[in-house]
Structure formats: C-alpha cells, structure tokens
C-alpha cells in the first residue's frame, strides 16, 4: 500500500469515526491526529492528511451537496458511513484539490470502497464520481494537472519510440 493511499485510508477512517459519532468538525482533528500517531506514525508526508481533512471540512456543505445532485436516489443520510466519507475525499481531491489528478482522485475512491465498502460500494462510489467528472469536462472544468498529464505520457511514447527507431538501426 502507497504511502498516500495509507494516509487516505487514516483520514476516511477519521471522518467514519467523526461522522458516527456525530461529533463537532473542531473533534475531526483530534481524531485525525490521533489515528495518524496510531497508524501512520512512521510516514514523513505529514501535511497531506491534515490537508486532506481540511480541505473535507472546509468544502463540506459543498460536497455534501454535490452528493445530493449527484445521487439523487440515496438520501445522504441513507448511504452507508464509510461510502458518504469515501465520496467526501473523493470530490474534495477531484473538485476542490489542484494537485491531485482527476483520475487518481476517482481510482483512490474505488479502490477505498472495494477494500472497506459494500459489494456494490465501487460501482456506486465510480458512478457519482465519474458523473460530476463528465460534468466538469463538459463545463470546461479541466484542472490545470490533467492538461499536463497527457503532455507527459505523450513525451515518454515518443523517448520509446525514439529508443526503439534507435536500437532498430544498431541491430
């Protein structure tokens, strides 16, 4: 497991805890810390956590309501703890965080509700997030980030072709 996808997991389970106990957003940060000293204690990137979590809350009427457009058929209330915060940290980095890549947004959320979610959590988690994805491209809400990473891909294809035209006129 990444480092960053240990660090995801420590802060969807902070917001479960949170949320369970329906506790103050204040109390979201000492349950945060908490479980970093916990379970994370040993990892060096500090700062994405706490501003994973903070960026959660900051957003949080936001994404919330964002969930309520986008699943229209799950009241909020009604979708299990660990999906609805699973969701949370999915649109705060898919909508809300510049550096983190649309699409490692949405695969970090899948891969979190196949390992803690429901038989269906996936599916449902890729069908809400893939959604607001749409929307935002049809929106012209393109992240700065994922206009690179095409440009990126494209320049290692074209080194291995160069390599490969390279070793073909050698051998």
């Given at each position: 497991?990444?480092?960053?996808?240990?660090?995801?997991?420590?802060?969807?389970?902070?917001?479960?805890?949170?949320?369970?106990?329906?506790?103050?957003?204040?109390?979201?940060?000492?349950?945060?810390?908490?479980?970093?000293?916990?379970?994370?204690?040993?990892?060096?990137?500090?700062?994405?956590?706490?501003?994973?979590?903070?960026?959660?809350?900051?957003?949080?009427?936001?994404?919330?309501?964002?969930?309520?457009?986008?699943?229209?058929?799950?009241?909020?209330?009604q979708i299990t703890i660990v999906d609805r915060n699973i969701l949370?940290?999915?649109?705060?980095?898919?909508?809300?965080?510049?550096?983190?890549?649309?699409?490692?947004?949405?695969?970090?959320?899948?891969?979190?509700?196949?390992?803690?979610?429901?038989?269906?959590?996936?599916?449902?988690?890729?069908?809400?997030?893939?959604?607001?994805?749409?929307?935002?491209?049809?929106?012209?809400?393109?992240?700065?980030?994922?206009?690179?990473?095409?440009?990126?891909?494209?320049?290692?294809?074209?080194?291995?072709?160069?390599?490969?035209e390279g070793e073909e006129e050698t051998g």
């Amino acid at each position: 497991m990444g480092t960053r996808h240990l660090l995801r997991t420590v802060v969807m389970q902070s917001l479960y805890q949170w949320d369970f106990n329906k506790e103050s957003k204040e109390k979201f940060f000492l349950i945060l810390k908490e479980n970093l000293k916990e379970f994370a204690s040993n990892t060096e990137d500090k700062n994405f956590p706490i501003d994973l979590g903070e960026g959660v809350m900051e957003h949080l009427k936001e994404i919330d309501e964002l969930i309520r457009t986008y699943a229209p058929a799950w009241p909020i209330e009604q979708i299990t703890i660990v999906d609805r915060n699973i969701l949370r940290i999915g649109i705060y980095e898919l909508k809300f965080d510049p550096a983190i890549p649309s699409k490692v947004a949405i695969n970090e959320a899948i891969e979190m509700a196949k390992a803690f979610g429901g038989e269906s959590s996936g599916r449902f988690i890729n069908g809400v997030l893939g959604a607001i994805y749409k929307d935002m491209q049809r929106k012209g809400e393109i992240k700065k980030i994922d206009l690179e990473a095409p440009q990126k891909e494209s320049r290692k294809e074209e080194e291995k072709e160069k390599k490969k035209e390279g070793e073909e006129e050698t051998g």
